[in-house]
């Protein structure tokens, strides 16, 4: 059966060409693997799913009056999430990323002080890094 000569490389360089026409950052997956030059990944066989020099500077940009403590904190949950499923843990990213991130932190008087820090400026969307990865067969993106 035919499918109008549409192949999965036409229908991904479709989508690449539309996400960096809205904004996105296109990268090529193999430039930023591990041991690249580039390199924007640390796990050669490709376990690792955030870009974590990313996340990391989206943390401190959208949460600049938390402290280090904070923000080390919030990476850690958005990074380290215990479900007993992929779709669980998909749900709780997912979360995470739309409401933001409970921390504490201790205040200089030393009462503990709580917020919620920002993965995505839904209020000035520019302020996010957009990123697509391609070949996304073997990449994730984040933030």
Sequence with gaps: MSHSGFTESIVEEAALEWLEGIGYAVLN?????????????SDPSYRD???????????????P?????????????????????LIERNHVSHRLMI???????????????????R???FDSTEQNDWVAVNPVARMWCCL
């Design 49 to 63: 799913v955030i870009l974590k020099g990313r996340l990391v500077q989206a943390l401190l940009r959208l949460n």
């Design 99 to 117: 409401d933001g991130v409970t921390v504490e932190y201790p205040r200089p008087d030393g009462s503990i002080a709580g917020a919620q820090a």
């Design 65 to 85: 009056g938390l402290p280090r403590e904070a923000l080390e904190e919030a990476y850690n949950k958005l990074t380290r999430i215990d479900a007993a499923s």
């Design 119 to 121: 993965v995505i400026d």
């Design 29 to 41: 997956g193999p430039a930023i693997a591990a041991g690249e030059p580039a390199a924007e990944r």
